[in-house]
């Protein structure tokens, strides 16, 4: 499985912290890496909240993610060469200083690299990977590639594949299935914003399947 590099670039301020997490979160679940989602929001929120307390509101700020062997590898980029994070031993009513201890504890390692432009504060997560390519053996992750190589093979007869779907294209195969799905649900009735509602909750909480229930059931 290709896991490429992503990054975005954002304004550091505190609204964008949840959009963030969002991203993180549905790129991971792209890349079947649900096992660290939490954790990977959490040193994100915390990167860049120590980027908008010690450099400041608005600071134009990149975040890049990329996989390191097994690792998920987390990058926050801010211009700020002098303001360096440091690991704090926050006290338990301290109003600050947590940020760093919180990723030190959740990652495997974390650092401060320092350009000539720019300072990166990384942080690698340990993840279930085996390989690097390979991905966590769970029988979600089977079902989407199998949905994706089905989905493919019907838009797409007139194409030969010789290799795996990339990244970017499985991303717009999987918005092609959401939507049509929506479509088919909509086309019979069914409120299709409750139900993806359910089907975030059990993506993220792996509740018990819905089975084939009629759609005046899921309501």
């Not at 505190?14 to 969002?22: H, M, N, Q, Y």
């Not at 959740?106 to 000539?116: E, T």
């Not at 340990?126 to 089977?142: I, K, N, W, Y």
Request: net charge negative; aromatic share 4%.
């Amino acid at each position: 499985m290709s896991r490429k590099p992503w990054d975005l670039a954002f304004t550091a301020e505190p609204e964008e912290v949840a959009a963030l997490r969002r991203i993180m979160r549905l790129h991971l679940g792209v890349w079947g890496l649900r096992d660290v989602t939490d954790e990977a929001q959490l040193c994100v929120s915390e990167l860049v909240s120590n980027v908008i307390t010690h450099v400041g509101l608005g600071t134009p700020t990149t975040l890049a993610v990329s996989m390191n062997g097994t690792h998920l590898r987390i990058e926050v980029h801010d211009p700020d060469t002098r303001a360096l994070p440091t690991l704090l031993e926050a006290t338990s009513d301290a109003e600050c200083g947590r940020g760093m201890a919180l990723v030190g504890a959740l990652a495997a390692r974390w650092g401060v690299q320092l350009l000539p432009d720019r300072k990166v504060t990384w942080c690698e997560l340990a993840t279930e990977l085996t390989s690097p390519s390979g991905h966590v053996g769970r029988p979600g992750v089977a079902r989407a590639e199998a949905l994706l190589d089905l989905y493919m093979t019907s838009t797409r007869r007139s194409e030969t594949r010789t290799s795996r779907l990339g990244v970017a294209v499985a991303q717009n195969v999987v918005i092609g299935v959401i939507a049509d799905l929506l479509n088919w649900l909509r086309a019979h009735g069914c409120d299709a914003e409750e139900i993806l509602d359910r089907a975030q909750t059990r993506f993220e909480g792996e509740t018990t399947e819905l089975g084939d229930l009629p759609c005046d059931a899921l309501r």
